[in-house]
């Protein structure tokens, strides 16, 4: 390494510090190779020749020299497949050309890029990804979105049936009951009554369950625990099913535990759609022998048994007795659409019970349940006593009420519960003329049907309580629909009954809500 300048040389060392494999060639301004040093074969360079032009020896210096000033070309492919930074620095009356090893940097800057590149097909792809989950999650959402429209269509359609069944079974019941009544009935008539009220009560029941299975399906179903006189409504159990059970010549059981308090704080209407739903199975399935049904009380827990010597129900049955519209081979001649029990099991869970079943083939069934039911708060003197009761003691001529029904079979019955309970009664057919009457006459109570025409109970309510009317609005709706009881509360309703309703129902709820403060 000759007649290196000390300037070039020190800048050699700087680099070759870090740099190994030099290579150097010190040119002339007319491109003549003076001199070099270092390992040209390394880089696959021929050995150089002194005295001859250094481009033609070297071919990547061609137009390279003479430098007019410092400047490094890097990743120079030089051959022999290596790489080299390539160093020009005018110096005197020439070029020295420096070349230092950079296969290695160059080979690790093609994998670093080779990743890049691959990160980035793979961040293309996770992109293309991300933008097709997107895509489903929208699509889910619309499809979520139809759904619950969907849900919510069929809800209100089976609520809109049920009022629509509703109205006219309400006459049904309402004229049957009279009839029933009538001092002169004969017997051939009274056992046609009988047969109509029981299907009727069959329709209704079945109209419930439909309406609670479409609820279930929306997660509508409520529970609203009432203090309840269980005692009154096992009577009402009893007066419902043993006609049937007499027609069977069946032995018909109903027993309750004496330590049950006389007021229990429950769901009143929804155990009672589960033992009617029970009952009406086991006597429907059952040609000979019992049924029965059984309660007792302990440590705030109902507990109830509803047992038959029917069929029974073979072990492949149980394990799908719950499910909605099961019904077993052998029950397809039975009327039944396969509801009473999946909508059973449901109340129950939602009173914090557990509906179960033990049967066998040939020895009957027997379905049992507990639910929570503390003893309920005592009650006023008027609650305990019967309508019978109330008509005897009380002068309800002093009473005005208002009936709003567009139903004229409804108006005409629940005009004869009114009358009968002597009551004075105004009519409307529509919720324009009950605001007008109202306002005008300032009737004790209205009787509000919700759905008529013109104007409905709800926005006639809401008319009424805007213009400053203050007795009680009694709504009477066929819906069940939790969301239909709490629109006509908000509007103002001070009670709402469901149809249909029977005068005895309908008296003591007159009585209760004219009188609060009554012992």
């Avoid at 061609?62 to 990743?75: D, K, N, R, V, W």
């Avoid at 009473?340 to 069934?365: H, N, T």
Wanted: charged letters at 20%.
């Amino acid at each position: 390494m000759q007649h290196i300048p000390l300037s070039i040389a020190k800048y050699i060392r700087s680099l070759w510090m870090s740099e190994l494999i030099l290579t150097f060639f010190h040119v002339n301004k007319q491109g003549i190779l003076v001199e070099w040093g270092g390992h040209p074969r390394h880089y696959g360079l021929p050995t150089p020749i002194t005295g001859q032009s250094a481009s033609e020896q070297i071919s990547f210096l061609e137009g390279a020299i003479p430098a007019e000033h410092t400047q490094i070309l890097e990743f120079v492919g030089v051959g022999n497949e290596k790489v080299a930074h390539v160093h020009l620095i005018p110096f005197e009356n020439g070029t020295w050309i420096l070349l230092f090893d950079a296969s290695a940097e160059h080979d690790r800057q093609q994998q670093i890029q080779q990743q890049y590149n691959e990160l980035s097909v793979q961040s293309y792809r996770q992109t293309q990804l991300l933008q097709g989950l997107e895509t489903a999650r929208q699509q889910l959402e619309i499809e979520k979105i139809k759904l619950e429209q969907s849900a919510q269509t069929k809800s209100r359609f089976i609520a809109s049936l049920s009022h629509e069944l509703r109205a006219p079974l309400t006459s049904i019941v309402g004229y049957t009951h009279l009839l029933d009544e009538a001092e002169k009935a004969e017997e051939q008539e009274s056992s046609y009554l009988n047969s109509v009220k029981q299907n009727a009560g069959y329709l209704l029941n079945l109209i419930d369950n439909v309406l609670e299975q479409t609820r279930s399906e929306t997660q509508q179903v409520t529970i609203h625990p009432i203090n309840c006189k269980i005692k009154n409504t096992l009577e009402d159990l009893k007066s419902l099913f043993f006609p049937m059970a007499k027609e069977k010549q069946l032995d018909f059981k109903l027993e309750s535990a004496a330590e049950i308090p006389e007021q229990l704080l429950l769901d009143e209407l929804r155990l009672r759609q589960v033992l009617i739903n029970l009952m009406s199975n086991a006597l429907k399935f059952t040609e000979h022998g019992f049924v029965s049904l059984s309660l007792s009380w302990q440590a705030n827990r109902l507990s109830f048994q509803v047992e038959d010597t029917g069929p029974g129900i073979s072990k492949e049955g149980q394990a799908k007795i719950f499910d909605a519209f099961h019904r077993e081979k052998s029950t397809q001649h039975v009327q039944g659409v396969g509801l009473g029990l999946a909508i059973s099991r449901q109340l129950i869970e939602l009173m914090d019970g557990e509906l179960r079943l033990e049967s066998e083939l040939g020895k009957g069934s027997l379905f049992s349940a507990d639910i929570y039911a503390p003893a309920g708060q005592n009650t006023s003197q008027i609650l305990s006593s019967s309508p019978t009761t109330l008509l005897d003691s009380a002068d309800n001529s002093r009473y005005t009420i208002l009936l709003a029904e567009d139903n004229l079979g409804i108006r005409t019955l629940l005009k004869l519960y009114l009358d009968e309970g002597g009551y004075q009664v105004l009519l409307a057919e529509n919720g324009e003329q009950a605001v007008q009457i109202a306002l005008q006459h300032q009737p004790h109570a209205i009787l509000m049907d919700l759905q008529m025409p013109i104007l409905d109970g709800f926005a006639a309510t809401y008319e009424l309580r805007q213009q400053g009317f203050t007795a009680p609005i009694i709504a009477l709706s066929a819906s069940a629909l939790s969301q239909d009881r709490q629109e006509a509360l908000q509007a103002g309703c001070s009670l709402y009954l469901m149809k249909p309703l029977d005068a005895e129902y309908l008296w003591l709820n007159l009585h209760n809500i004219l009188n609060p403060s009554a012992d």
